[in-house]
C-alpha cells in the first residue's frame, strides 16, 4: 500500500524503528523502510555486521550513512546473519533507490521469529504509526 | 520558553521547495533537490544560496581604522575602498571570537559580514571595544537580504541582473550596482572554494521581503540556462568543507588561536596593539603543540566531529568536520593534531566506531585545484 509518500508493502513486518522483514521459509531478508530512506535522504555508507554474526532484536545490527548524518540500523529480528547484501559496498545508493529490493540488507536465520513477531507491525499498523508520526 | 524561529526574506519559497532545518535562530533551507546535486551544480555550473542569516553591521567614523585594527587581527590599513578580507577577531587570550570577511566601503565606512551564530556576541563585543574609538557600530542584519552566487557560471549569471561591469570586480574586490534595478552590493567572496559573488539587496528590510524575493527570482532566472540551483545549508557545509574552509563552532572556537587553525596569513602581528596580541606573539615564538590538518580516508568509512585521531597506538588529536567529499566520493576531514604528526602525507588513523580506519595528511583544498575551485585551469 502507499500512505503519505511512503511505499508499504503488504506482506512484510515492521519495526518502530523503521527496519522491514520479509520471511523467507527459516530465513528473513531484512532491510530499511521506504519511509526510512527518505528521511535519511542521500545515503553514501552502509555497514552491516558480518556473516555468522548473532544478532538480537531491537540491538543495532549496522550503520547507515547520508551526507549529514550517521544512524543506526536496529536489527528488526534475533538470529544469525547468513548472508549480507556485498553490493551495498559499492553502491549504498541502492537504499534510496530499491529499499524493499536490490536495497536489502541481510538475511538472518532466525532464532525465534514467533517471539520477534509479537514486537513487528503489519503493513496495516506500520502505516498508521507513520501517519500518527507525520501529524 | 524558546523564541519563535526567524525566517528569511524568501521563507515562503523554501519552505515550498526544500527540506527545512533550525540554523543559529532561523528556520533555513537544508536542501532542495539534494546536497550532492546542489553541491556538484556549484563545482560545474552555479548555485545560489539565502545567507541572510548572517550578521552584518556598518563601521562608521574617522577612526574606524584604528578601531578595527585594534579589535581584529587583519591588517586594515592594506584594504582601500571597495575591497573586502578574511579576518578573525580574538579573545584576550588570542581564542578565535570569530572569523568574518571585512568590506571597506569608504575610507570612513566598513561593512563586516560575522557567522550567524555569532551574531549578537559579534555586535556587542563590537560595541564595547568601539567605546573608547568614537565609532558608530550599527547592526543591519535586519535591514539587508544576502545571496551568494557560486560556480563558474556564477559571473556570467549576475551579468545579466546587474548592470555594474562584473569583469571589473577582481577576487576581494567589491562594487555598488543595480540588481534587478533595485540598490544592490557585491562582493567576489564566498565560502565554496568556486569564482563567485556575495550579493547584498540594500533596502530590503525582513518586514518587507518584496526586493530580496524580486532579486533572488531574477538571478535563478538568468542562470536557468546553466542549470543554476537554489542551494541549502547541507551543500553550503560540504563545499567549504572541501576547500577547507572553517566553519565556526566545528574547527575554531575561542578555545583556538588563528595559529592553531593555520589561519597565521591574517593575524599581522607587526600591527600595533590589537586584541590576542600578546598571546599570539608568544605562541609564534614559542611554538604550537597542534594544528589543523585536513584527512582524506584511505579505506571506506566516513569520519565525523569529535572521532579520534589516532598514530601508533597513541591518540594525537580530533576530528572537527567531516563528511563523504561528493567530488572525490571518499571520506574527507578536518581535525586537529599534535603538530609533531602533522606533516603533509602522514598516514593516521580515524577511529570510526572502535575501528581505525586509515587516513593520510593532506593539504587543502581536499580537491585539485587546477581541475576545481576559482583557480581551475579548464
Known sequence: MRVLDYEIPDKLY??????????????????????????????????????????????????????????????????????????????????????????????VNLKDFNKDLRKLMTAQQYADYIKGMEE | MSEPLKKTHLYEFHKKTAKMTEFAGFEMPLWYKGIIPEHMAVRKSVGIFDITHMGRALITSAKSDAFLNYVTTNDVAALTPLSAHYSNMCNEQGGIKDDFVLSRLEQEKF?????????????????????????????????????AVQGPKAQETLQKVADLDLNKVERFKCGWTKLAGLEGFVSRTGYTGEDGFEVFVWNSPLTNPANAVKVWKAILEA??????????????????????????????????????????????????????????????????????????????????????????????????????????????????????????????????????????IVKFPFYDPTKYGHGRQT
Not at chain 1, 553514501?44 to 545490527?61: D, H, P, S
Not at chain 1, 538470529?79 to 553502491?91: A, P, Q, R
Not at chain 2, 559580514?113 to 543591519?140: C, G, I, Q, S
Open chain 1, 14 to 107: 515492521y519495526s518502530k524503528e523503521h527496519e522491514w522483514v520479509r520471511i523467507e521459509e527459516k530465513e528473513a531478508v531484512v532491510g530499511i523502510t521506504d519511509y526510512a530512506q527518505k528521511q535519511l535522504h542521500e545515503i553514501v555508507y552502509v555497514e552491516v555486521q558480518k556473516v555468522g554474526a548473532n544478532i538480537e532484536q531491537f540491538q543495532t545490527m549496522g550503520t547507515v550513512e547520508s551526507v549529514k548524518s550517521v544512524s543506526d540500523i536496529f536489527a528488526p529480528v534475533s538470529g544469525k546473519i547468513t548472508k549480507v547484501n556485498e553490493e551495498l559496498t559499492e553502491s549504498p545508493e541502492l537504499l534510496n533507490q530499491d529499499p524493499y529490493g536490490r536495497g536489502w540488507l541481510a538475511r
Open chain 2, 111 to 147: 561593512l563586516i559580514v560575522y557567522n550567524a551564530t555569532n551574531r549578537t556576541k559579534d555586535y556587542e563585543w563590537l560595541v564595547k571595544n568601539a567605546k573608547p574609538f568614537d565609532v558608530k557600530v550599527e547592526d543591519v542584519s535586519d535591514n539587508i537580504a544576502m545571496f
Open chain 2, 223 to 360: 542562470g536557468k540556462e546553466f542549470g543554476i540551483e537554489p542551494c541549502g545549508l547541507g551543500a553550503r557545509d560540504t563545499l567549504r568543507l572541501e576547500a577547507g574552509m572553517c566553519l565556526y563552532g566545528n574547527d575554531i572556537d575561542e578555545t583556538t588561536t588563528p595559529l592553531e587553525a593555520v589561519l597565521g596569513f591574517v593575524v599581522k602581528l607587526k600591527k600595533d596593539n590589537f586584541i590576542g596580541k600578546e598571546v599570539l606573539t608568544k605562541q609564534k615564538t614559542e611554538g604550537l603543540k597542534r594544528k589543523r590538518v585536513g584527512l582524506i580516508m584511505l579505506e571506506k568509512g566516513i569520519p565525523r566531529p569529535h572521532y579520534e585521531v589516532w598514530k601508533d597506538s597513541q591518540k594525537i588529536g580530533n576530528v572537527t568536520s567531516g563528511t563523504q567529499s561528493p567530488v572525490l566520493k571518499q571520506g574527507i576531514a578536518v581535525a586537529y593534531v599534535s603538530v609533531e604528526h602533522a606533516a603533509e602525507g602522514n598516514k593516521v588513523a580515524v577511529k570510526i566506531r572502535d575501528r581505525l580506519s586509515e587516513a593520510q
